[in-house]
């Protein structure tokens, strides 16, 4: 039996990019193409190892461990969660296998229709966990780029831009860095950062919660702003202080949207 490497390596890759999608989805996180793609990359070529006769070591199951823990960080990345969604990979590869088995057919057709099978029921049979009242889409932009997030729809959150008026998202400190690289520390001491800082349209946004009765966060206002499609105005604050970091969501939006 003649076995062609190359066509081993994009099969595996189409089959693990498939279970990594199912994966976010079940799990109720944002689908990470990039990310599926990276972990797909690294599945598919661990696979073109141990085939290879001059690599038959990397068949050995410490092998097959590290190149799922690299599947799993490139896909999900250094989260708590990351574990549970590379279990959950692990899980859906199995019923793969189980299905082929039952099949008795381990031909690349049908085990790549078999994942798409298992896609399209992990989406079609799992109600988005992005509807509703709870979680809502965000869309960032700013200087012609778009930065897609997932917020918490929270109802306590009335904070408004004292300049427009007009409400403010709440975003992480992971958001602040990656946009303006502002530091938690920079965060932390808002006045000083304002004095310091060299960014348009930086400001200084008021707040009230149990412990600060007359808190300052960071604020900018970006290019737009879009909750669900609708636009809510310019301005995000950043907050100080880390949430969601384990969870779907780097955002805070008020329950107007």
């Not at 050995?60 to 989260?79: E, H, Q």
């Not at 189980?98 to 229709?113: Q, R």
């Not at 958001?175 to 348009?200: V, Y």
Request: proline share 4%; glycine share 10%; charged share 10%.
């Amino acid at each position: 039996m003649v076995i062609y490497l190359d066509l081993v390596i994009v099969f595996n890759f189409a089959v693990d990019f498939l279970l990594l999608l199912s994966t976010n989805r079940l799990t109720g996180h944002s689908t990470a193409i990039k990310r599926c793609l990276a972990g797909a990359a690294i599945g598919g070529l661990y696979s073109g190892f141990c085939l290879h006769p001059a690599f038959g070591f990397f068949r050995s199951w410490y092998f097959s461990l590290i190149a799922l823990c690299g599947i799993t960080v490139a896909s999900f990345g250094w989260k708590r969660s990351a574990v549970r969604r590379g279990a959950l990979f692990v899980l859906l590869s199995m019923t793969l296998g189980g299905i082929a088995s039952g099949l008795n057919n381990i031909n690349m057709i049908p085990l790549i229709l078999s994942g798409v099978a298992i896609l399209l029921l992990c989406t079609v049979g799992v109600a988005d966990p992005l509807r509703g009242t709870k979680y809502v889409k965000v869309e960032l932009s700013w200087k012609g780029n778009r930065y897609p997030l997932i917020a918490l729809a929270d109802t306590g959150n009335t904070l408004k831009d004292p300049i427009s008026g007009s409400q403010v998202l709440v975003v992480n400190p992971q958001i602040a860095f990656s946009l303006f690289q502002l530091t938690q520390n920079q965060l932390l001491n808002p006045i000083e950062t304002m004095q310091s800082a060299n960014i348009p349209g930086l400001r200084l946004i008021p707040y009230r919660s149990v412990g600060h009765p007359n808190g300052m966060m960071l604020g900018v206002s970006m290019d737009s702003v879009v909750i669900n499609g609708q636009q809510i105005g310019k301005v995000i604050a950043f907050s100080p202080v880390d949430f969601g970091n384990d969870a779907c969501y780097q955002a805070l939006a008020g329950g107007v949207v």
